[in-house]
């Protein structure tokens, strides 16, 4: 079965410069896309990759990143979706292109956030009036710390 999951991947210091997003590709026949990036020789780093590929062989893939030392979170968590917060106005909606928000049924004019389809575009942030969705401390702080 194949699955589509975005992860974020912390490198330190020290990995930097191992051939990690490409053995993803011969090793495990996995596909990617770089959705944002920040690797600098010899410092930490930060990737965040949409990965395409079987299950079996995706299992595997994450083992070996975790055995090469790279920290691997998932990118659902990044972004918050404040329902109490939203307005139900659906801006964010005709700008999210994973269409991790959307509005299901037009009679209520409800919106959903799907985490699953969330490629953290961070493109809903401001397309949102009332600030109904947000971005994880967490990450956030990861991403702060890399210099």
Known sequence: MTITKTKVLTFEEHIWQKPIVCTLAKQFDLDFSILKAKVLPRRAGLVVLELIGEQAEFDKALTYLREQ???????????????????????????????????????????????????????????????????????????????
């Open 69 to 147: 030392g790279v920290g691997v979170q998932s990118m659902e968590q990044e972004i918050y979706y404040h329902e109490e917060l939203c307005t139900q106005c659906g801006a964010c909606v005709g700008f999210c292109p994973s269409e991790a928000l959307t509005i299901e049924d037009r009679s209520d004019m409800k919106v959903i956030f799907i985490a699953d389809r969330c490629i953290g575009c961070e493109v809903c942030l401001t397309a949102c009036p009332a600030r109904a969705l947000t971005v994880s401390p967490e990450l956030r702080s990861f991403e702060a710390n890399i210099r």
